[in-house]
């Protein structure tokens, strides 16, 4: 018998293939900014299937769509920005 | 039959989205769910800024908790939350296609992967103690249980909405033409995935 995948398939697994690579990597990988900046995209591209396709907000409402996909560009853009500016953040935020 | 049930279904990738009736241009759910979803990241959002801020401070503990950290059962979590958000789009579907016994048993599996997650938890935070992990070790290991905890809370009240939603399919408040409670309650339970998206890289991947 043909198995057939759908959209929801296809995202279960490639989110479970992404897991299990950020896994490998907290197991594995030295502290490296490129390491960080993969990890930083991983974390941007599994939360746009889950809002796009297991919250089925692809079509759905504009504002809701937009706020929610702008939270996994901005969180991965600032784990991404305090990583590399984490002195000049220490001092900011020194009393 | 309705002007809903004569549609064709976008079932969650098995046709086009620009047929899905409920979801295109809609709020999906209700405006209140919505409401609490995004009260819900934010109050996450001001765990990760202060992830961020404690990190600058304290570069070196944060750079050796995760190393310290049970990564399998980090791992394991994802999996459990992944997956029951899969049942729980599936249980979506399945109920759009007037098929409530197999969104019923879909929505079943997605508690059991939250049941899951909790014992995991479970697990974890004993097997810490065992090496010596608390939540005053250090400021990385504060953040760690603040942010799991919460988040344990979460998936433990989502759950509890799970098991409510089955019981409404059940008693037929659910059905293929009135389902936006289960639509809401799943958006609550994917909110509930994406913070840990976020949350797993930051406690047991990044250094």
Redesign the interface.
């Known amino acids: 018998m043909k198995m057939k995948l759908n959209k929801l398939d296809v995202t279960w697994l490639i989110l479970l293939v992404i897991t299990m690579l950020n896994a490998l990597v907290a197991e594995t990988a030295e502290p490296h900014l490129v390491i960080t900046t993969i990890i930083c995209f991983s974390i941007a591209y599994k939360g746009r299937r889950i809002i796009d396709y297991f919250m089925e907000l692809n079509q759905a409402n504009q504002t809701i769509r937009r706020l929610m996909r702008s939270y996994f560009y901005i969180f991965p853009a600032l784990i991404f920005l305090t990583d590399v500016f984490s002195e000049q953040l220490a001092a900011l935020t020194t009393f | 039959m309705n002007q809903v049930a004569s549609n064709t279904f976008y ?4 046709g086009s ?2 047929t ?1 009736p409920e ?6 759910g209700n405006k209140a769910v ?1 409401v609490a979803i ?1 009260a819900e ?1 934010s109050e996450f ?1 001001v765990f ?2 202060a992830y ?2 404690a ?3 304290s ?1 070196i503990e944060f ?1 050796q908790g ?1 190393l310290q950290l049970n ?2 059962a ?2 394991l979590n ?2 459990a939350l ?2 029951s ?2 049942f ?3 249980a ?2 399945a109920i759009r296609l007037n098929e409530p016994d197999r969104s019923i048993r879909y929505l079943s599996f997605a508690v059991f992967c939250g049941a899951c997650y909790l014992v995991v938890k479970y697990w974890e935070y004993h097997w810490n103690v065992d090496h010596g992990i608390h939540a005053n070790t250090n400021s990385f290991f504060s953040m760690y249980y603040y942010m799991t905890f919460n988040h344990l809370i979460h998936v433990t009240w989502a759950s509890c909405s799970l098991l409510w939603a089955i019981s409404q399919i059940k008693v037929g408040n659910y059905t293929q033409e009135r389902h936006i409670g289960l639509t809401a309650i ?2 609550y339970w ?1 909110m509930v ?2 913070a840990w ?2 949350i ?3 406690l ?4």
């Open positions: 079932i969650n990738g098995s989205v620009t899905e979801t295109i241009k809609k709020i999906p919505w995004f990241l959002a990760f800024i961020f801020i990190k600058a401070h570069p750079e995760p990564t399998l980090g791992t994802t999996f992944i997956t958000s899969y729980v789009a599936k979506l579907a799943a958006c994917h995935d994406l998206v976020i797993f890289p930051l047991y991947v990044l250094r």
